[in-house]
Each structure stands twice: as structure tokens, then as C-alpha cells.
């Protein structure tokens, strides 16, 4: 199986990249799931749609994870409590709306997706290792529960999705980290057989301040009275994720490979 997961979307530009650019990918590297973090997808870069979500979806994305940011539009909440396939951190609060992990099947095959969120620098929530491993007494790759685990780190530190990686290494398929919006070189197939990459960076115009405008950004960093609110950078978008083909009888990765298309990056597809 091929399966794909792409980082944060950022903004308008982000958006507008996936609905261009993922049906072509697709088609092309004969991908069988999508997932793809669409925390950062609304007009402001913080939160996402319910019309953006359909779009993902027309567009071929399987399943959206999330992060801190998932709350951040009106529209979240009711996503969440009426969308299997839209996932927030699964160690928020007990009472979050919505799940933070699902069982997806396609092509006759259980895809399990888990999207956790980090203690470090993020907002407060349940310890992100306690909920990994109650993850790991439930699901266990080929036991009829799960034949592909696919595994959305939305931390700050690296030394939380490296610690997490090793923790899920031989267990699932991949994990990689979002959060960070820059593309990490570090993408493998650990020891074990668990596809990594401690940051898959972001769908978003890469010209900017991980994502967003970067003349506001340095008025910010420079208190500069005359910058106002964040808000997401407009030029040409990269799409900006990794590909994983897993074995279909052990659910480990076989061959890892970056997606790195069009903006300013340089391309690697």
C-alpha cells in the first residue's frame, strides 16, 4: 500500500495547492490513502472550514488530523462531532468534541490513524506517552485490528517526536511530526521497520515565516507598532509531506520516500 501524509496547510495558498496539486499525486504514485493536517487551513492560517474540510475530501485526503490549533474556527467543533475521518489530538480533554483516532477501511484494509499533540511549549492537555501506549494495548498491527497504523506527532520539541518514534518503532507503519512547518532530513525507516520524519513541514508558501506574511512577522519580531495580526502568506504554495510504501502483509514500511512539489523548495517527487 501507498500511503501519503502531508503537513500543516497553511492558509489560503496551502489550500489551494492541495486541491490543485493531490489528485495529480495521486494518480500518479498510485496512492491508496491520504491523510493530511488541516489545522492550519483557514483563510487566517488558524483553524479549519467545514467548506475546506469537503475540500479536502473531493480532493482525495482519506482522513485530517489536527493540533493545537484545532479549535481555533467556529466551524471545528461541529466537524468533529459529525466526522469520523476529522481527528483532533487524542490526549486533549476527556470532554473534546469529537475522537482523536479511527479505524478507516479501504481496499479491504484497516488503516488506524492516531493523532496525539505534545506536552512541551503546547497547550495543556493529558500526557502524550500515557495515551501513546494505552494506544498500543488496543492496537497492535496485524491482530485483526489494525493492518496499516499511521501516527500524526503534533509537537514543538524534536525530542518528543524522535522519544515517540522510538516508542511506535516496529508497532506502526509511520510516524511523523507537524507542527513546526519545515521539512526535516531525517525521514527513514527506523530499526524496527516504522517509517519517521521528525518534522513532514507544510503545505504553505514557504517564502514567509512558517507561513505566514514575513514583513509582518519581522515588524513583530522588531515591535514594530504598525504590525498587525498574523495572517498567512499568499505567494505559490508547496505541497510537502512523506510517502510511505508498507508491506501488506506486516504493515511496516518498505520504502520511504519525501513529496516535495512546486513554491519556492526544491522539489523531491
Given at each position: ?32 490513502f ?62 473534546s ?13 484497516k ?12 497547550k495543556?492537555?493529558?500526557d ?18 489494525a ?5 500524526d506527532?503534533?509537537a ?11 516508542l ?11 507542527h513546526?512547518h ?28 512558517i ?19 498574523h ?18 502483509k506486516?504493515?511496516l514500511?518498505k ?15
Amino acid at each position: 500500500m501507498n500511503i501519503l501524509i502531508l503537513g500543516d496547510v497553511a492558509g489560503p495558498a496551502g489550500v489551494k495547492a492541495v486541491k490543485g496539486k493531490l489528485p495529480g499525486i495521486i494518480n500518479e504514485k498510485k496512492i491508496d490513502f491520504v491523510v493530511l493536517n488541516g489545522e492550519n487551513a483557514a483563510d487566517s492560517g488558524r483553524g479549519i472550514t467545514k467548506k475546506i474540510f469537503e475540500d479536502f475530501l473531493t480532493a482525495g485526503v482519506d482522513v485530517i488530523t489536527t493540533g493545537n490549533h484545532v479549535w481555533d474556527h467556529k466551524d471545528a467543533e461541529g466537524i468533529a462531532s459529525k466526522n469520523i475521518n476529522f481527528l483532533r489530538p487524542s490526549n486533549m480533554p476527556k470532554d473534546s468534541p469529537g475522537k482523536g483516532e479511527g479505524i478507516f477501511i479501504k481496499n479491504g484494509k484497516k488503516f488506524v490513524v492516531l493523532n496525539l499533540m505534545g506536552n512541551v511549549f503546547m497547550k495543556k492537555c493529558d500526557d502524550v506517552f500515557v495515551a501513546a501506549k494505552n494506544f498500543l494495548e488496543r492496537f497492535k498491527l496485524g491482530n485483526g485490528k489494525a493492518d496499516f497504523i499511521i501516527v500524526d506527532m503534533h509537537a514543538e520539541t524534536t525530542s518528543e517526536k524522535m522519544a515517540m518514534g522510538h516508542l511506535f518503532d516496529g508497532k506502526a507503519t509511520m510516524v511523523v511530526g507537524t507542527h513546526t512547518h519545515v521539512p526535516t532530513s531525517d525521514y527513514r525507516i527506523m530499526e524496527k521497520g516504522t517509517a519517521y520524519q521528525t518534522d513532514i513541514g507544510m503545505c504553505g508558501d514557504y517564502n514567509s515565516v512558517i507561513g505566514m506574511n514575513r514583513d509582518n512577522s519581522l515588524k513583530k519580531f522588531l515591535k514594530d507598532s504598525s504590525a498587525e495580526n498574523h495572517h498567512p502568506a499568499l505567494g505559490e504554495a508547496t505541497i510537502s509531506g512523506l510517502l510511505v510504501l508498507a508491506d501488506d502483509k506486516t504493515g511496516l514500511a518498505k520504502k520511504v520516500q519525501p513529496i516535495i512539489l512546486g513554491g519556492s523548495l526544491q522539489e523531491r517527487i
